[in-house]
């Protein structure tokens, strides 16, 4: 599979899934075959990788802007 078919499959864009292969370690490895520059990436374990993805919600910057107004007194 290339990146724009594992983002169709996934539901996510082509930018967040090329930041996923680049960022973390358990994503599968790229596979190159002769003739083409896009990487290919292995059905089955991208499948293992997705289903097995644990998601960590990112920091709510909007609760600190307001905790920090609070305490200022604004």
Same mark, same amino acid.
């Given at each position: 599979?290339?990146?724009? =078919?594992?983002?169709?499959?996934?539901?996510l864009?082509? =930018?967040?899934?090329?930041?996923?292969?680049?960022?973390d &370690?358990?994503?599968?490895?790229?596979?190159f075959?002769?003739?083409? $520059?896009?990487?290919?990436y292995? $059905?089955?374990?991208? /499948?293992?990788?997705? /289903? $097995?993805?644990? #998601? =960590? &919600?990112g920091?709510? $910057? /909007? #609760?600190?802007?307001?905790? =920090?107004?609070?305490?200022?007194?604004?």
């Open positions: 599979m290339t990146i724009p =078919q594992i983002a169709e499959r996934c539901g864009s082509r =930018q967040r899934v090329h930041r996923i292969a680049r960022s &370690p358990k994503f599968p490895k790229p596979v075959v002769e003739g083409s $520059t896009r990487p290919k292995p $059905t089955e374990k991208v /499948d293992e990788y997705f /289903d $097995t993805r644990v #998601l =960590q &919600p920091r709510r $910057t /909007d #609760l600190e802007e307001k905790r =920090q107004a609070e305490e200022s007194g604004e």
